[in-house]
């Protein structure tokens, strides 16, 4: 089979790929460009074949499995605000239901307690639980279990 004609599988494959996001495709469309090698050095079609095999497969089992695994991993670093969850913090201003104000990694934010019925007291330390807008919503450390 002529080198082009793997080519055109393989690009076939990638753009398939690109819209099914199965990972399978895409190693499809490599072990097509290999073919593609073989041809263009001019092995014959078994050699073609078998060397379409050899990388499907071994795509198969061992990139893909892989691949999925580092795929499906939540990142490692949080960013923006939502790096500020889980930090503690020092109430600055009583901290209430709808009001309040903590120092939080070294500047001020407006806060307000999770439990509607809590009363912070300046001086606590609190847990940021999560960020809604500029308002950080936190629960103090002494309550937690």
């Known amino acids: ?48 074949l078998v060397a379409l095999g050899v990388v499907a497969a071994a795509g198969l089992v061992v990139v893909r499995p892989v691949a999925l695994r580092h795929r499906e991993r939540q990142p490692l670093v949080r960013e923006g605000s939502d790096a500020l969850i889980g930090k503690r913090a020092e109430v600055v201003q009583e901290v209430t239901a709808t009001r309040g104000l903590i120092k939080l990694s070294g500047e001020e934010w407006s806060a307000r307690a999770l439990d509607e019925s809590l009363v912070i007291p300046v001086g606590a330390l609190v847990d940021v639980m999560e960020i809604e807008g500029a308002t950080a919503v936190v629960y103090p450390r002494a309550l937690l279990p």
């Not at 089979?1 to 099914?20: K, R, S």
């Not at 290999?34 to 001019?42: D, E, K, N, P, Q």
Request: glycine content about 14%; aromatic content about 10%.
């Open 1 to 48: 089979m002529p080198w082009f004609v793997w080519l055109l599988a393989a690009a076939v494959l990638g753009v398939a790929e690109f819209f099914t996001l199965t990972l399978v495709l895409g190693l499809l469309a490599g072990a097509a460009l290999v073919a593609a090698v073989v041809a263009g050095v001019g092995v014959g079609l078994l050699g073609q």
